[in-house]
């Protein structure tokens, strides 16, 4: 009688402990606070004759975080990483002259905006750049956080 006392009670305890493993926390997604203007992105580059990419690149939290991200091509196209400043309000960003990181030269960003959350526009000068052409820098989020969280 005790035995079977023992296995009813050690089988209680198995389904409980199966029950409460299966519970499901609810998952709180948090973004940092320059998205959606930071994420990785895939852009092609248009200097006007010709259109380059596809081009990864990355937008990131500087250490201000809220008012100013880095821009970084992992130098896919003219070894550009700088900071600009944003704003989260209207999604947009821009910089004049700011450091390039990779080599001593300035970069300047004009009409910087993410749109719809999943696509990107702004233009870029190069102070090196022996042309003085304004490059067109156009594209979309690599993979959304949407897509990124179901893996």
Known sequence: MKNILSINKL???????????????????EFSSTY???????????????????????IYNTSFSKDSVWIDDN????????????DMTNLT???????????DSQVSYANGKVIGKDSIYFEVKFSDDDKNLTYIYAGHRKQSYEEYNTH
């Open 75 to 86: 130098s896919t196209y003219w070894q550009t990483k700088s900071k600009v400043k944003v």
């Open 93 to 103: 960003f821009s910089g004049e002259n700011t450091q390039n990181e990779y080599y």
């Open 11 to 29: 089988l209680i305890l198995a389904l409980m402990l199966i029950v409460w493993s299966c519970d499901k926390e609810d998952y709180k997604q």
């Open 36 to 58: 959606p203007i930071s994420g990785d992105w895939t852009i092609r580059v248009n200097d006007g004759t010709t259109v380059s990419g596809p081009l990864f690149m990355k």
